[in-house]
């Protein structure tokens, strides 16, 4: 069963930085890319970046957080990060992983970040 976890979410003052990660098990974690988006309430899912498989080598980034955030992974613990600086309130949502692209629908329950002062 494939399963993704998120977590690192919180409330953070505009200009903070937070830290997401996202452990997969259940499938060949590092033979796939793996997508972070996030939806905002009554908005629908937005895609935010991607990292494609293996080392990771192709990074790609929502314009509007271009600069501001970044996304990694750690094959040896199954794990992808997105690292969020700068967070502006407009950035507010949960954000999820998913495995792959988002057109697959398998992702995580989500974390919440909030950015608020």
């Known amino acids: 069963e494939v399963q993704l976890v998120e977590s690192g979410g919180g409330l953070v003052q505009p200009g903070g930085s937070l830290r997401l990660s996202c452990v997969g098990s259940?499938?060949?974690?590092?033979?796939?890319?793996i997508t972070w988006a996030r939806q905002a309430p009554g908005k629908g899912v937005e895609w935010v970046s991607f990292i494609s498989a293996a080392g990771g080598g192709v990074t790609l980034y929502h314009d509007s957080v271009k600069g501001r955030f970044t996304i990694s992974r750690d094959n040896s613990k199954r794990t992808a990060y997105l690292q969020l600086t700068n967070l502006k309130p407009e950035d507010t949502a949960m954000y999820y992983c998913?495995?792959?692209?988002?057109?697959?629908?398998?992702r995580g329950q989500g974390t919440q970040v909030t950015v608020s002062s």
């Open positions: 998913y495995k792959g692209d988002i057109s697959n629908g398998e």
């Open positions: 259940g499938f060949a974690f590092a033979a796939y890319g």
